[in-house]
Nanobody, 124 residues
Framework: QVQLVESGGGLVQAGGSLRLSCAASGRTFSRYHMGWFRQAPGAEREFVAG????????FYADSVKGRFTISRDNAKNLVYLQMNSLKPEDTAVYYC?????????????????WGQGTQVTVSS
């Protein structure tokens, strides 16, 4: 069982930056594949970025590639999403997700564990 708690959301102007954090419980964090997803009002939850366990391979949605960076600190049980050059269309609730066996990190249904989400609002 893994519990996830996101933090770092807020209101920022277009072009600004935010760093989201996801704190995970448990002693086997390094084995979990991690993902960030987001959901805007009236829209489906969409993949943003993913990172594999110890290997650290990363994956990004085309819409954020070059602007967002996912990273992890296995010693601290943390996953980060550094978001730069933010745009109003990045406004959404951002969710952290975890799974031991996920093979398709871009697919929400692959993840068993989810955080409660943190709101990111980008003003124009």
């Amino acid at each position: 069982q893994v519990q996830l708690v996101e933090s770092g959301g807020g209101l920022v102007q277009a072009g600004g930056s935010l760093r989201l954090s996801c704190a995970a419980s448990g002693r086997t964090f390094s084995r979990y594949h991690m993902g960030w997803f987001r959901q805007a009002p009236g829209a489906e939850r969409e993949f943003v970025a993913g990172i594999r366990g110890s290997g650290g391979s990363t994956f990004y949605a085309d819409s954020v590639k070059g602007r967002f960076t996912i990273s992890r600190d296995n010693a601290k049980n943390l996953v980060y999403l550094q978001m730069n050059s933010l745009k109003p269309e990045d406004t959404a609730v951002y969710y952290c997700a975890a799974d031991l066996l996920a093979s398709r990190l871009r697919v929400a249904s692959e993840y068993d564990y989810w955080g409660q989400g943190t709101q990111v609002t980008v003003s124009s």
